[in-house]
Structure formats: structure tokens, C-alpha cells
């Protein structure tokens, strides 16, 4: 059981060619954004595949980047058994974690739990930070559809 | 049965193996930032468990490195039992996460999974695994609540996970003979 950075790259429908290649940067709603290269492990016994990636808000001359960091775990059969994320929102002291998401339609729900607790008056200079649950939801998607099974 | 940890299989797990600290440690690149993880030291208890103890740095270059410590009991059989871990920020603050008694957020994956493909666990252990899980979802939340208050560029909030793929890789190399 793996994790495929090429399907990654197919279902995002981009390549891995930032960073050293470490990255890939893409726009969303006018706003410009850059996943990074998954990270992995096995969980113990057989028990699945444990997966974690970095989603940067590029806030380019208004300041440092925002920082999302995506946790998935996925049982033997790849399907997603829960999901979490952190994400730090640059000056704006609105910094926050959800909870570990389960159940069905994870990929979903964490981005609703995401979008629940984002702040709704970012003015224009910040409007990227409010499709971030739409570019969380497109990355997980994208890992699911890259887990592979063998 | 005796627990011990192969060093060369958990070596073999990170990019460029032993590759630090005259080769005492494995340095690696996560999400565009630093890390360190020693090689674990460890011993045999007298009621046949076995405790490993995990040292992992963020590396912060100019400045301070954050620390964590992950203290891990297996049962005689090599299994997970419980686990915890300290974590220190720079020169800033301090934070301990309880233990996860019976059953971890990373086994209590295991249990979760087993659960749907097999169908096979008694009811009695399904609301100990909700438990399980509800008690690492406030100890992870509690961390990274932590974390992410603190100003830094994303390693600090990546090291969570990174500590979690360490906790992992280090089940992997558990062997028993």
C-alpha cells in the first residue's frame, strides 16, 4: 500500500515542477496557492497508510504565507478512515486545528471544518484565505484518488 | 518473547538514513523544512513490556531548535500500548501531552479499519476505541492549538505530523523474536 505522487499530480491536473520539484503551485478563484510533496508512513499491523501534506496560502506582497497542514489516515482498503487539519492564518490570530474527522465524506467534512471556523471579514488583500476549504477539499480528493492498494 | 527495535530498518525509512551526529541521528527534509530524529534508545521492563524513548528536533537554523520527546511502551508481544511526548519550543514554551492509556491515536487506527473490513471486534472494545480516539483528538488539538499560536513559517505546525510519522516508522521496526 502506497501513496502515488504521480496520480497526485494527474488529479490535481498539475506537475510537480516548483520547489526542486518538490511543489507544485496553482491558482484557485484568483488566488495563488502551493501543495507540497506528501509525506507517509505505514500504520502499524497492516493497519494503513498514514498521510500528511502542506498547503501554503501564497499571500505574495501582502506577507508571509498561510500555512494548512493536512493529516489522512486511510485503512487497508484506501478508503479515508479519518482526517484533520491545522491551519495558521499569518498576523490574524485566528490560528486553529479541527477535530479528527470520521465517518463518511471525510474529505468533505474537513473542509467544512475548516471553513466553520474561518473568519468571514478578510478584506480583499486576504480573499484567498476564504476559498481555502475549496483548495483543501481538491487536495484530499487528490490523495485519495492517489492511494494505492497491492 | 523478546521486544527489541532493528535500527536499520527504521534507518532505512528516512531519505537519507543514518546521515548525522556521526551517524546517530537521521536529518531529513519535511514539507520544506528541517528535522532530526536520533536513534532511539531503549529498554526491557520486568514485567515484560518494552519502553523506547524517541528524541526528534525541528531544526531551526539561526535559531533555536524545538524538541520532542516520545516516550513509547510496547506489550511482550511488540504491540503498541501507550504512548507520550514532550514537547519544548525554542527558548519559548514548554508543552507535555498525556499519556494515551490502552490504546493510541495510531493503533486505534488499526482497531478503527480492522473494524469495517472485518466487522470482527466485540461491542465491548468499540466505545474504548471512541474513547481512545476522543482522548488523542483533544491531546492532538491541544497541541496544535499550542503550536500554531506561536509565529513561525510552518515547521512548527509540520512537526506534529512529522512526530506522528516517526511514531509509525518506529512501529515498524519493532522485531520479536
Known sequence: MHFDKDKFASSMGDKWDKKDKMAMEYESKNSNYRTWLQDTSLLPKQGGLYVSSKIDHIRGGFGEDDHIIVMMGYGPDGMAITGQAAVQIQED????????????????????AIKARLKSEYDDSNSGRQNIPNVVKRNLDAITASIVIQ | ?????????LGQQYE?????????????TSEDSDYRIYKPSWVCNSDGTFTAVLKQDHVRGGAVDDHAETVTVFDSTG???????NWNYGNNKQIQTGTVLTVDLVAAFVITSTALVDGGLSLALVPEVVGAISTGCKIYNKLAGEVIELD???GRLNF??????????????IVTS
Do not use: P, R
Request: with cysteine; hydrophobic share 35%.
Open chain 1, 93 to 112: 490570530k485566528s490560528s486553529y486545528t479541527t477535530d479528527i474527522i470520521q465517518g463518511t465524506n471525510i474529505e468533505q467534512n474537513v473542509a467544512n
Open chain 2, 1 to 9: 518473547m523478546s521486544v527489541t527495535i532493528d535500527l536499520t530498518t
Open chain 2, 16 to 28: 537519507h538514513g543514518w546521515n548525522d551526529v556521526n551517524g546517530t541521528a537521521a536529518k531529513f
Open chain 2, 79 to 85: 504491540a503498541l500500548q501507550s504512548t507520550s511526548t
Open chain 2, 152 to 154: 513561525d513559517d510552518g
Open chain 2, 160 to 173: 506534529v505530523a512529522v512526530v506522528n510519522h516517526n511514531l509509525n516508522k518506529l512501529c515498524a521496526s
